[in-house]
């Protein structure tokens, strides 16, 4: 019998994938526990692979102006500023879809 397919649609565009798998390499050899979580979803931002919807106002600016770089702290604090009830959350979701086609193994280490 043949096993359904069941895909994440936090990444709706196949092409960013190699995107989210670039990103993810830089945390490579680390454990994929809550705070690596949380930490991949600040460098999508960082490197403008996920957009937040509630942009905090002194921020918008630097979020709308493509040619300017997105330092690592300010992309914590507009994640932060998302208030989730599960941040790390934000981070599985993320890298689910790499996870599931077999492009990385991010896991948690026991």
């Known amino acids: 019998m043949s096993k359904l397919w069941s895909i994440s649609t936090t990444v709706r565009n196949p092409s960013r994938l190699t995107d989210f798998l670039r990103v993810l390499k830089q945390l490579e050899g680390t454990s994929f526990n809550g705070e690596t979580q949380v930490r991949y979803q600040i460098l999508l931002t960082k490197e403008r692979l996920y957009k937040p ?26 994640f932060e500023y998302q208030d989730y009830v599960d941040p790390s959350m934000r981070g599985r979701q993320s890298v689910n879809p790499l996870y599931k086609f077999g492009f990385s193994v991010a896991k948690a280490s026991l």
């Open 53 to 78: 919807t509630n942009i905090p106002a002194q921020h918008r600016d630097l979020f709308e102006d493509l040619t300017r770089e997105i330092p690592y702290e300010i992309a914590k604090i507009v």
